[in-house]
């Protein structure tokens, strides 16, 4: 049987075109089938879960009846009319919801870099919106459980490798409902042009960036050991490849998505135009920074704040900040480059806001023009690139000699 | 002005430091005047002041993020 990484080649292009075209017909007559869209879901998570991967294909039914089941189990506990709502109930569920992932991430380290049988392509993100479904189910935004509509959100074929990180009622919203003509025409129009940039970003500056430059200016710089204006090239050569292949994934999910008449909402807006960190955030894997903004963050200087945990609130916000970013790094893998990597960013948020308050309060005698602004978004740029660097690993190859 | 809005607009004030009853539309986010942090002291504040919950999954940015739409929001919540 075939098997493609989605989004790998032309041939899965076309296959995925050839599948749409009937759907896009019954957009734009009005008629949305949930019975087409379940099948043709089917035949691209078998195209990526199925063939010689058919193991991680077992892996994801297996995690799929867990998280289902829990998150079942916990909606109707708060549904019940005289819900407790007992806070180490949560606390238990949203640990269960991540235990899997926490497992798929803590094997490599600890068994020479092997994976674990039960991980598969995509399981941070699904992971991510169990544990969303989890918290708004606490709060009561979420009030119903349908099995079958939160199977379809975890499984939304287009986003389910690498998100972007969809809402479950934006999701819904989209999902039981079809888009008017015009407006149908104009996700049409949005989505093609998304997959196009996308074509340019994926596969032809990330190939020249990743493909071309990188390995010649890493081999450099393991031949000039140490610091190096080759060391340089890696990072900005590396920081360049991120962004487009990452930029150009994200297009594609988007710009299918689009086709199919969910909104999935963008992942980066022009983040090298950022003026500052915060600004970074807002504009980089953006559906993952509001994730980690709305879930972690929010909640942690909310229970922080209640409990008066800091007296100050400036300590509440920067404490928050450090463990939010190295939650994140974690997230991201048991690497030391992984966790300092998001150490760094921690503190870069520390950083930056003590610099506003400090702006705020000398408006007067601190200049502000065309250039001060240039200067920021080139100090902000090169503080960015430098946390990628970190987060490539390349270090870790260089000073210890480990192999990627 | 009721008295809905003269609380948000005071309690925004002392958050924000800035007084924004003139600027009602303005964009705070976009302009710098509030963050995540200052979103959710102001969900403290609501409820301190006002008796209000809100929980944190109902703050969706866009629809809290001008001066108005705070005052129209609360009002709703009344």
């Given at each position: 049987m075939m098997s493609f990484d989605p989004y790998g080649n032309p041939t899965y292009f076309v296959l995925l075109f050839i599948a749409l075209l009937p759907l896009m017909i019954g957009l734009l007559y009005g008629r949305r089938s949930h019975w087409y869209e379940s099948l043709i879901s089917f035949v691209f998570l078998m195209l990526t879960f199925g063939g010689i991967k058919w193991r991680t294909g077992i892996a994801l039914i297996i995690y799929l009846i867990y998280q289902i089941t829990l998150v079942w189990l916990y909606s109707r506990y708060r549904q019940r009319p005289d819900s407790p709502n007992k806070g180490w109930i949560f606390v238990v569920s949203v640990i269960l919801a991540i235990i899997p992932l926490a497992i798929v991430k803590i094997t490599p380290a600890v068994h020479h870099g092997a994976s674990s049988i039960i991980g598969f392509l995509g399981i941070s993100y699904l992971t991510f919106k169990v544990v969303q479904m989890i918290m708004e189910t606490r709060d009561g935004t979420i009030k119903e459980f349908h099995p079958v509509l939160f199977g379809q959100f975890l499984l939304f074929f287009p986003t389910i490798s690498s998100g972007p990180i969809d809402?479950?009622?934006?999701?819904?919203?989209?999902?039981?409902?079809?888009?008017?003509?015009?407006?149908?025409?104009?996700?049409?129009?949005?989505?093609?042009?998304?997959?196009?940039?996308?074509?340019f970003y994926k596969f032809i500056l990330a190939y020249i960036f990743g493909t071309v430059m990188l390995p010649?200016?890493?081999?450099?710089?393991?031949?000039?050991?140490?610091?190096?204006?080759?060391?340089?090239?890696?990072?900005?050569?590396?920081?360049?490849?991120?962004?487009?292949?990452?930029?150009?994934?994200?297009?594609?999910?988007?710009?299918?998505?689009?086709?199919?008449?969910?909104?999935?909402?963008?992942?980066?807006?022009?983040?090298?135009?950022?003026?500052?960190?915060?600004?970074?955030?807002?504009?980089?894997?953006?559906?993952?920074?509001?994730?980690?903004?709305?879930?972690?963050?929010?909640?942690?200087?909310?229970?922080?704040?209640?409990?008066?945990?800091?007296?100050?609130?400036?300590?509440?916000?920067?404490?928050?900040?450090?463990?939010?970013?190295?939650?994140?790094?974690?997230?991201?893998?048991?690497?030391?480059?992984?966790?300092?990597?998001?150490?760094?960013?921690?503190?870069?948020?520390?950083?930056?806001?003590?610099?506003l308050r400090f702006k705020k309060k000398n408006q007067a005698q601190i200049p502000h023009n065309k250039f001060t602004e240039y200067f920021a978004i080139f100090l902000t740029f090169n503080v960015v690139c430098f946390s990628f660097l970190i987060f490539s690993g390349f270090l870790n190859q260089l000073w210890f000699g480990a192999r990627p | 002005m009721d008295e809905t809005q003269s609380t948000v607009?005071?309690?925004?004030?002392?958050?924000?430091?800035?007084?924004?009853?003139?600027?009602?539309?303005?964009?705070?986010?976009?302009?710098?005047?509030?963050?995540?942090?200052?979103?959710?002291?102001?969900?403290?504040?609501?409820?301190?002041?006002?008796?209000?919950?809100?929980?944190?999954?109902?703050?969706?940015?866009?629809?809290?993020?001008?001066?108005?739409?705070?005052?129209?929001?609360?009002?709703s919540m009344q």
């Amino acid at each position: 049987m075939m098997s493609f990484d989605p989004y790998g080649n032309p041939t899965y292009f076309v296959l995925l075109f050839i599948a749409l075209l009937p759907l896009m017909i019954g957009l734009l007559y009005g008629r949305r089938s949930h019975w087409y869209e379940s099948l043709i879901s089917f035949v691209f998570l078998m195209l990526t879960f199925g063939g010689i991967k058919w193991r991680t294909g077992i892996a994801l039914i297996i995690y799929l009846i867990y998280q289902i089941t829990l998150v079942w189990l916990y909606s109707r506990y708060r549904q019940r009319p005289d819900s407790p709502n007992k806070g180490w109930i949560f606390v238990v569920s949203v640990i269960l919801a991540i235990i899997p992932l926490a497992i798929v991430k803590i094997t490599p380290a600890v068994h020479h870099g092997a994976s674990s049988i039960i991980g598969f392509l995509g399981i941070s993100y699904l992971t991510f919106k169990v544990v969303q479904m989890i918290m708004e189910t606490r709060d009561g935004t979420i009030k119903e459980f349908h099995p079958v509509l939160f199977g379809q959100f975890l499984l939304f074929f287009p986003t389910i490798s690498s998100g972007p990180i969809d809402r479950y009622r934006r999701f819904v919203k989209d999902y039981e409902s079809v888009p008017t003509r015009e407006k149908y025409l104009e996700l049409v129009e949005k989505g093609v042009r998304y997959i196009f940039i996308g074509f340019f970003y994926k596969f032809i500056l990330a190939y020249i960036f990743g493909t071309v430059m990188l390995p010649t200016v890493e081999h450099a710089a393991l031949q000039a050991h140490g610091i190096s204006w080759a060391l340089v090239g890696v990072m900005y050569t590396y920081s360049m490849d991120l962004f487009f292949d990452f930029a150009g994934y994200s297009l594609f999910a988007v710009g299918v998505s689009y086709l199919m008449g969910i909104e999935t909402p963008m992942n980066f807006n022009q983040p090298f135009k950022s003026k500052n960190i915060k600004d970074f955030w807002n504009r980089w894997h953006m559906t993952l920074s509001f994730w980690f903004r709305d879930f972690i963050y929010m909640r942690l200087v909310f229970f922080m704040m209640k409990h008066k945990i800091f007296k100050s609130r400036i300590t509440t916000a920067n404490v928050a900040y450090v463990i939010n970013m190295l939650i994140m790094g974690f997230w991201h893998g048991e690497t030391w480059y992984y966790i300092v990597y998001g150490l760094f960013h921690g503190l870069a948020m520390v950083v930056n806001d003590a610099w506003l308050r400090f702006k705020k309060k000398n408006q007067a005698q601190i200049p502000h023009n065309k250039f001060t602004e240039y200067f920021a978004i080139f100090l902000t740029f090169n503080v960015v690139c430098f946390s990628f660097l970190i987060f490539s690993g390349f270090l870790n190859q260089l000073w210890f000699g480990a192999r990627p | 002005m009721d008295e809905t809005q003269s609380t948000v607009l005071s309690i925004l004030q002392d958050l924000t430091g800035e007084d924004v009853s003139s600027n009602m539309d303005t964009n705070l986010f976009d302009e710098g005047i509030l963050d995540s942090m200052g979103s959710v002291q102001l969900l403290l504040e609501l409820q301190n002041q006002l008796g209000i919950e809100v929980p944190v999954s109902e703050f969706e940015r866009s629809e809290w993020d001008t001066p108005a739409k705070i005052v129209a929001k609360v009002e709703s919540m009344q």
